[in-house]
Structures are given as structure tokens and as C-alpha cells.
């Protein structure tokens, strides 16, 4: 499966983004899939996961309220909503999709496949 993450930019603080996460293949609703991003200097890092019926979602603390994961399944496509963008959200996002029903949603390591992932910038 190959992941197309897009909707990056440059926001101001308080702004918000959307983020898609479009696969190749229509089995991919099939897939959990995960975001995540990466900060310069910083270890990846769990944003958000939704389980491949869209009923199950997850969300690290640091986004819970301000940030929804959601997926059309139809259209082969996660998106990320990201209301109330802070600076500290600035950051590499990256998609993630496994078939693994056994996943740990917040590692990394559980995910087969990644987008390219798209710069999110959110200026003071």
C-alpha cells in the first residue's frame, strides 16, 4: 500500500489545518491507520489513530480536544482536523497504516507502511 499524506502548511497559532492521508489500494479500508509527527531533533511521536471502521479512535493527550481523526473509507482516505494549532504543533506529520488487528496504536513499530510525510507550521 503506498500512503500520499498532504494539507501541510504554514498557519497561524489558534488556526487550523486539515490533513489527508490517501492510499493506492481498496483494501486499505481494511487498514488501522496512525498519525504521527516528528519535530527537528525530536523522536517521533503518536498523534492519532482510528481502528479500519472509523468507530475506534484514539488520541495522545496533547491533541485530545483540538485534533479529530476521521476516515472515508469510500475514497480510500484518513484525514487529521486540527483545530486550535499551537507552536508546539509544528512538526513533520506522518501517516502509518498496518493490517494487523494486534497493533499497538501509539508504536511506531506497528505500522507497515508511511506517507511522506507533510510540514505543519504554526507560527506565534
Known amino acids: 500500500v503506498q500512503l500520499q499524506a498532504s494539507g501541510g502548511g504554514l498557519v497561524q497559532a489558534g488556526g487550523s489545518l486539515r490533513l489527508s492521508c490517501a492510499a493506492s489500494?481498496?483494501?486499505?479500508?481494511?487498514?488501522?491507520v496512525g498519525w504521527f509527527r516528528q519535530a527537528p531533533g525530536k523522536e517521533r511521536e503518536f498523534v492519532a489513530a482510528?481502528?479500519?471502521?472509523?468507530?475506534?479512535?484514539h488520541y495522545a493527550d496533547y491533541v485530545k480536544g483540538r485534533f479529530t481523526i476521521s476516515r472515508d473509507n469510500a475514497r480510500n482516505t484518513v484525514y487529521l482536523q486540527m483545530n486550535s494549532l499551537k507552536p508546539e504543533d509544528t512538526a513533520v506529520y506522518h501517516c502509518?497504516?498496518?493490517?494487523?488487528?494486534?497493533?499497538?496504536?501509539?508504536?511506531?513499530?506497528?505500522?507497515?507502511?508511511w506517507g511522506q510525510g507533510t510540514l505543519v507550521t504554526v507560527s506565534s
Open positions: 489500494e481498496r483494501t486499505f479500508a481494511t487498514y488501522r
Open positions: 502509518g497504516a498496518t493490517a494487523s488487528s494486534s497493533y499497538i496504536f501509539t508504536d511506531t513499530r506497528s505500522y507497515n507502511y
Open positions: 482510528i481502528s479500519w471502521s472509523g468507530v475506534v479512535t
